[in-house]
């Protein structure tokens, strides 16, 4: 994910079972995303699809 003028990232841990975490993996080859990429797209899309980030 490209990083956009005036963002900043934040670090922190993330504790995640084994299935879910080859699960992303496997889809973030199919997308051609790193894994990290992949998990804060999935992020993004579920804030946009509640309502809580712009769009």
Partial sequence: MAKKE????KSFI???DTAT??????WAAD????TNGQI??????????SG???K
Avoid: D, P
């Fill in 40 to 49: 804060q797209w999935i992020l993004s899309e579920a804030l946009k699809k």
């Fill in 31 to 34: 997308e051609f995303r790193s």
């Fill in 21 to 26: 975490m080859n699960a992303i993996e496997a």
């Fill in 52 to 54: 809580r980030k712009k």
């Fill in 6 to 9: 005036g963002n900043e990232t």
């Fill in 14 to 16: 993330l504790r995640i």
